[in-house]
């Protein structure tokens, strides 16, 4: 069973239509990446897949089927802008939230308790949510987001704001997540964070879904016919290969003629007497390239 | 009781009750409604007593201390009689208008005063003054002349042109409220004595302010809550884990309790005056009519509730508490007029005016309960007063419940006077 499906959304207000036609699914274990430019409908969607905005067409199913109260209450969301009582302290708003969420009072605190060692917040668990720093505003943000256990994670830009370390520390605690089966939405620009992070993505971009599946096939679609290279002996003449160029940073750069297998290129190196090779792969872009051919072919397109 | 609701309840009124702004309300508020009554009644009296000591005892006022010597020239031989009280030196008679002018330019006096002989039937009196001659009046004096000089003038003129005092003091107050007893056409219900009608004339003036302020606060602390929330965000977060009108009502709730606080809190105050000032007045305790409590704590519930729902749509449609606060002053306008006319509920209790604000459901909660502490309320429209309210209360609690929506809360566009539109036909 898909944890979240989303088919054929879309919402105007008013004049403006903000998604037209978005379609995903979301399994357990996994992180999902909702990526687009700004104003693309990203959070139009995830409001509409919340059930807070009602879509003027298309079909929403979470956990099985139409979003109630119990259903919402296994959802952690992480709102772009920080949705936290600035002016109160920081222990009894988490609380207060969690309790809302259905979880026991004496259970959010212990629980948070755990949470607030793991982020190193204890120490600042009485001041006000106004005196910390953006950092340590974003993790009481994301203990916000899971301190009740939930199955489904909403998490819009959750590294906004946080240093390297404590990138890192979330990084762990998303990935602890997805391993205990959680089913985590992820919406981000920082594109090496969903490289490093999602399996499966959807790009939207004027309010339509224009790339959708596996991180890893989305590369290979998107990459020329063509190998990246490390490593010494004579690559200037190789059968099948149209061109043959050293970059800056020592790799070579191996344009390949039509239908040529990369691993026939491969074996016929491996054969060579006094070759060697530290380093061979499709020289596939980055999601950051694909992302930023996409939209700007849409934007000519259009 | 739904627990989400109870949350809400809980979380809200906790934090206005943490906020150092609700206890200071609370205690300073009576304080300075209190301190203003009783400066007003500080000033009355002394104003009162002085026209009472002018009146009784018209002829024996005292002049003004360091009053320059005024030069008199009395051709119509006016001034024969001259009080006791008065300084001798105080006028200074010149046989003819050409001696008081030498006088004048010799800076024996600052200006002399011309009684010309044909005063009588001309009624012109002519002012000298050293630096300047400002004019001839019949009635009034110069604005340069010194305005004690005008006082002494007329005492002087007044007391010998009528020779009998009584007859002085009736020319110059002919009605004086301290000797007629006012009857009217419509009284209010009798009252033991003149003390009690001042404790009803006080409640009348309060009460008013207590629930304007009461209600003000109360719905103003809900719309700001509302509002915050918009701007930090959290009611997108809040309305994944209730709905908006649970979220609505826990929220009406919980400022309730805070209003129910701080009532308390003045009640118990207002009692202690009461009761101290029944003791330093050496009067009665002032006392409610029967039931007047029970009337009261339904009005505020049910006032309470119209404009508490009011200002929830209020911050559902407003962008910022600035924005909030400007929409807040309108709507509460239909409190002030019992405030204007708080006077009439002691006096005409029955004028069409009191009755069509204590009959009127924006305005019955303040000014229906003036009424009832004042005194008895005839029954029936004590009981249209409530059923209208109440009525209006649910109306007004239902359409905030539509204006109390998802893309309200979370839009952050200005207010627009068509979104009022759009809400009421959602």
């Not at chain 1, 995830?46 to 089927?65: H, K, L, N, Q, S």
């Not at chain 1, 490390?230 to 191996?254: C, S, Y």
């Not at chain 2, 009640?267 to 101290?276: C, P, T, V």
Request: hydrophobic share 45%; aromatic share 8%.
């Amino acid at each position: 069973m898909h944890i979240v499906e989303v088919s054929h959304l879309a919402k105007r207000f008013g004049e403006v239509t903000a998604v037209a036609d978005v379609s995903f699914t979301i399994e357990p274990g996994e992180i999902f990446g909702l990526l687009g430019p700004n104003g693309a409908g990203k959070t139009t969607t995830i409001r509409m897949m919340m059930d807070i905005f009602r879509p003027d067409a298309g079909e929403i199913a979470v956990f099985g089927g139409a979003l109630d109260m119990a259903k919402k209450r296994r959802i952690g969301y992480l709102p772009e802008e920080r949705g936290l009582y600035k002016d109160q302290k920081l222990e009894p708003t988490l609380v207060y939230l969690a309790t809302l969420k259905g979880l026991d009072e004496k259970v959010a605190r212990q629980r948070l308790g755990e949470w607030l060692e793991r982020f190193d917040l204890a120490e600042h668990r009485s001041k006000k949510v106004q005196e910390l720093s953006k950092g340590m505003q974003q993790k009481a943000q994301i203990i916000a987001t899971l301190l009740h256990d939930p199955d489904l994670i909403v998490i819009d830009e959750p590294f906004s704001g946080l240093d390297p370390v404590n990138t890192r520390l979330v990084k762990q605690v998303f990935e602890e997540q997805r391993e205990a089966g959680k089913a985590i939405i992820m919406s981000t620009h920082q594109m090496y964070q969903v490289e490093a992070l999602c399996n499966r993505i959807v790009l939207i971009d004027n309010g339509r879904s224009v790339l959708y599946g596996l991180v890893n096939e989305i590369k290979r679609d998107f990459a020329g016919n063509a190998i990246l290279l490390e490593g010494e002996g004579d690559f200037a003449t190789i059968p099948g290969v149209l061109e043959t160029r050293k970059q800056n940073n020592g790799t070579w750069h191996m344009a390949l003629e039509l239908g040529v297998d990369p691993q026939a290129i491969f074996r016929h190196l491996a054969a060579q007497n006094g070759t060697r090779i530290e380093r061979f792969e499709l020289a596939e872009p980055s999601l950051d390239d694909i992302f930023v051919n996409v939209v700007s072919g849409n934007k000519e397109d259009s | 009781m739904r627990r989400t609701i109870w949350l809400v309840l809980k979380h809200d009124a906790t934090a206005v009750l943490r906020t150092p702004t609700f206890w200071i309300m609370t205690f300073l508020f009576p304080i300075l409604l209190v301190g203003m009554n009783a400066y007003a009644s500080i000033i009355d009296n002394r104003s009162s007593q002085a026209a009472q000591e002018t009146s009784e005892d018209a002829f024996a006022v005292k002049a003004p201390e360091d009053l320059p010597g005024i030069g008199l020239v009395d051709d119509a031989d006016i001034i024969q009689r001259w009080p006791d009280t008065f300084p001798s030196d105080l006028l200074i008679r010149y046989d003819d208008v050409a001696a008081a002018r030498a006088a004048l330019e010799a800076d024996e006096i600052e200006q002399y005063v011309h009684i010309p002989a044909d005063y009588m039937t001309a009624g012109d009196i002519a002012i000298y003054d050293k630096n300047f001659m400002i004019r001839e009046s019949g009635t009034g004096m110069g604005l340069a002349f010194d305005s004690r000089n005008e006082w002494v003038l007329q005492h002087l003129i007044d007391m010998n042109l009528v020779e009998n005092e009584q007859f002085l003091i009736l020319l110059r107050n002919p009605v004086p409220t301290t000797y007629v007893d006012w009857h009217q056409l419509n009284p209010p219900p009798e009252t033991n004595d003149v003390n009690d009608r001042v404790l009803a004339e006080i409640v009348s003036k309060i009460t008013p302010y207590i629930f304007y302020f009461l209600l003000l606060i109360g719905s103003s602390y809900l719309m700001r809550s509302v509002v915050a929330e918009k701007e930090n965000r959290t009611v997108e977060v809040l309305l994944l884990s209730l709905p908006p009108r649970q979220l609505l009502v826990g929220k009406i709730l919980a400022i309730s309790v805070v209003v129910v606080i701080q009532v308390a809190i003045w009640l118990a105050g207002g009692a202690f005056i009461l009761k101290r000032g029944a003791v330093m007045l050496n009067v009665p305790e002032f006392t409610f009519e029967p039931g007047f409590l029970v009337w009261a704590v339904l009005y505020l519930i049910a006032g309470y509730l119209l404009y508490a729902s009011v200002m929830a749509a209020v911050g559902a449609m407003a962008n910022s508490a600035r924005e909030g606060g400007q929409m807040m002053w309108i709507l509460i306008l239909p409190l002030l007029p019992t405030m204007m006319f708080a006077d009439m509920f002691a006096s005409e209790p029955t004028h069409w005016l009191t009755l069509t604000l204590s009959l009127f459901p924006l305005s019955a909660p303040s000014a229906m309960v003036t009424r009832l502490a004042l005194g008895a309320v005839p029954l029936w429209q004590n009981l249209l007063s409530l059923a209208g309210l109440a009525a209006t209360t649910y109306l007004f609690i239902s359409l905030a419940a539509r204006f109390f929506r998802s893309d309200n809360l979370l839009s952050s566009a200005a207010f627009k006077p068509k979104d009022l539109l759009t809400g009421w036909k959602s």
